[in-house]
């Protein structure tokens, strides 16, 4: 099992910044291919990013490309998303999620690769 603990969420007004941090316990967090996804009100959770288990690659969605940076420390088991230039289609329900599937990178895109889900994190974009 593991354990995911998403913080850092908040109210935030458009062109702002927030940090998220993800926190994971119960497994061997270096084996693990970790995604942030997000889900707003109406809407399927759709796909932010993911780092890979060294964080040798990283994949953003191109509508977060740019203002957005994903990075990780094994040390400390934590996976941050720095969001910038918030807009308010920013504003959703924010999940990290953890997989140890072998699939190629880009295919750890979709939902269905991860096993393990945080309880998401509340982020609000005022206009």
């Known amino acids: 099992q593991v354990q995911l603990v998403e913080s850092g969420g908040g109210l935030v007004q458009a062109g702002g910044s927030l940090r998220l941090s993800c926190a994971a316990s119960g497994r061997t967090f270096s084996l693990l291919t970790i995604g942030w996804f997000r889900q707003a009100p109406g809407k399927e959770r759709e796909f932010v990013t993911i780092?890979?288990?060294?964080?040798?690659?990283?994949w953003y969605a191109d509508s977060v490309k740019g203002r957005f940076t994903i990075s990780r420390d094994n040390a400390k088991n934590t996976v941050n998303l720095q969001m910038n230039s918030l807009k308010p289609e920013d504003t959703a329900v924010y999940y990290c999620?953890?997989?140890?599937?072998?699939?190629?990178?880009?295919?750890?895109?979709?939902?269905?690769?991860?096993?393990?889900w945080g309880q998401g994190t509340q982020v609000t974009v005022s206009s």
């Open positions: 780092i890979s288990r060294s964080g040798g690659q990283i």
């Open positions: 999620a953890a997989s140890q599937s072998s699939a190629p990178f880009m295919d750890m895109r979709v939902t269905s690769k991860y096993v393990f």
